[in-house]
């Protein structure tokens, strides 16, 4: 296991085209297990100071991503499947299905880079166009 320098960047386009985007840059423990890499962190809302921990793996046809916190959810991602989760926030709990587009990761030297592209739908709402980026290098 070895810290890291994670940067998770979320991109959303709604039905209009109205881009969204949030960014999270913050220390890791990264582990590489049998070819599948786990990043595990703690996030610190600026606003209100509520803390979610959040757990990443990574394989080569499989993203999971489990949030404990002031935001609670398991998403899971394989390419060309739909998923169904529940997101819990202080807000209350809704239903989110999820299609995964494509997934991609690679190792640069002691770099990681990971994107997800997928299909939100959140409880009847039109469909929101999505991408996860993430980005890990060395402390």
Not at 68 to 73: E, L, M, P, Q, S
């Given at each position: 296991?070895?810290?890291v320098w994670l940067t998770v960047t979320g991109e959303q386009t709604d039905a209009e085209g109205r881009?969204?985007?949030n960014a999270v840059h913050c220390r890791a423990l990264c582990e590489n297990r049998d070819g599948a890499y786990i990043f595990s962190y703690t996030e610190r809302d600026p606003g209100s100071g509520d803390?979610?921990?959040s757990r990443m793996l990574f394989s080569e046809?499989?993203?999971r991503i489990d949030r404990?916190?002031?935001?609670?959810?398991c998403m899971r991602f394989e390419p060309q499947k739909e998923a169904e989760c529940l997101y819990k926030t202080d807000l209350g709990t809704f239903s989110i299905k999820l299609f995964t587009k494509r997934l991609a990761m690679r190792r640069v030297g002691e770099n990681f880079h990971a994107r997800v592209s997928y299909t939100l739908c959140f409880q009847g709402a039109e469909p929101v166009e999505c991408a996860v980026t993430i980005k890990a290098e060395p402390v």
């Open positions: 296991m070895r810290e881009i969204d985007k803390v979610t921990d046809n499989l993203c404990n916190g002031a935001v609670t959810t």
